[in-house]
């Protein structure tokens, strides 16, 4: 497959408390997409384990341990398939022990590591009967960051990131053209605002954007939204994970996004 196109999946997850399992089902699906065709498979926020925020401490890995088992599961399983993995959003130790980063990895192929983004925007929200305090047991990043993959430049966000327009102008300004959302949205703001958030960021950045998401029930009644998708530097929805574990996948293609972005030069009008 030339530069100009490239073959991704995104992950639809229902992860539970169970590191190893959440991994094996993981590494199921990065298979699946695999033989689907993907080259660049994207894991969900919380991809390894969806439990309690406090519970995260204990799980966090520094990234300069080789042994680390949530890294060194990704390491094999990118091997393994032959793909660059975009591993949602992991635990990774900070200088404060009590708030490790919530941490999106990029794997290469051969299993190195290619780049690491750090959470910026924590999700610090109250809805209804619901409360969320992210930043309770989870240190904030501050550096936006891409990532070369397979010839595309890829921008790398988070979850609740997503509500922030100004960082996915940032990582257009570094030259992206392919936005990654892992997410763990829940039922009550996926429902009103999972897709229109996702074309609106795909619009005015006019990139590709790959959202992959939780679904389903967790522990402690958390319920997550899922449809993960995939949409076109046009805004349209190409690809999307109905209501079950699994993965959608569609083709990334420059020449559209050429297409796009000289039908409606808006990047270039920016005047503030």
């Not at 169970?18 to 919380?46: H, T």
């Not at 959003?89 to 051969?110: H, M, Q, W």
């Not at 930043?135 to 891409?146: F, I, K, L, M, Q």
Request: some cysteine.
């Amino acid at each position: 497959m030339s530069s100009d196109v490239l073959e991704a999946a995104v992950l639809q997850l229902n992860s539970q408390g169970d590191v190893p399992e959440n991994l094996s089902v993981a590494e199921r699906l990065v298979g699946e997409a695999a033989k689907s065709g993907a080259k660049l498979v994207v894991l969900p926020e919380n991809f390894a384990f969806m439990g309690p925020e406090a519970d995260k401490r204990r799980l966090a890995e520094p990234l300069d341990d080789p042994g680390a088992p949530i890294q060194a599961a990704l390491r094999r399983i990118a091997a393994r398939d032959g793909v660059t993995l975009i591993a949602g959003g992991f635990p990774e130790k900070s200088p404060d022990a009590d708030r490790p980063y919530n941490t999106s990895l990029v794997i290469e192929p051969s299993g190195r590591l290619l780049a690491r983004y750090r959470k910026i925007h924590l999700f610090d929200v109250e809805l209804g009967h619901e409360s969320y305090r992210e930043s309770a047991a989870t240190s904030g990043g501050s550096e936006a960051v891409t990532a070369p993959v397979s010839g595309f430049n890829v921008g790398l966000s988070i979850c609740y990131d997503l509500r922030f327009p100004e960082l996915y102008r940032r990582l257009v300004d570094a030259g992206a053209e392919v936005l990654t959302v892992p997410a763990a949205f829940t039922l009550n703001t996926g429902k009103e605002h999972w897709h229109v958030l996702l074309r609106a960021r795909a619009i005015e950045a006019q990139c590709y954007v790959l959202a992959a998401a939780q679904w389903g029930v967790h522990p402690q009644g958390r319920s997550t939204y899922g449809h993960a998708l995939i949409a076109d530097p046009w805004g349209t929805v190409v690809a999307e994970c109905s209501d079950r574990v699994g993965f959608a996948r569609a083709r990334v293609e420059r020449a559209f996004l050429r297409q796009v972005r000289a039908r409606v030069p808006s990047l270039c009008h920016r005047r503030l």
